[in-house]
């Protein structure tokens, strides 16, 4: 019998793709996680809401809504929830900006 506790895990990103990866690269280290796959700002608040996640995976670069925005979300309504960047656009620079 599995104990482990699930992770549930919020992607914020276009590209089902790129979601469906970060999920297998997680299982296959070991984890058991639930995720759930957002693109707009609406469907992120609901989410922060309606699946209380865990952790936050965000792409920098999304059309319509970002992962600043995303963040600033994050940080004012779920702030004790890890989010990290997942993102092939953004440089290095940027990374590292507060």
Do not use: C
Not at 8 to 16: A, G, I, Q, S, T
Not at 54 to 59: A, F, N, W
Request: proline share 4%; charged share 30%.
């Amino acid at each position: 019998m599995n104990t482990r506790r699930q992770i549930k895990v919020l992607l914020v990103e276009d590209r089902v793709e790129d979601a469906e990866l970060l999920l297998r690269e997680m299982r296959m280290g070991g984890l058991s996680v639930a995720g759930r796959r957002v693109e707009t700002g609406a469907e992120y608040q609901d989410a922060l809401a309606s699946f209380a996640p865990d952790l936050i995976l965000s792409d920098y670069t999304l059309p319509g809504f970002d992962g600043t925005e995303a963040l600033r979300i994050a940080g004012s309504r779920s702030p004790d929830t890890p989010f990290i960047f997942v993102s092939g656009t953004i440089g290095e620079e940027r990374a590292i900006q507060r």
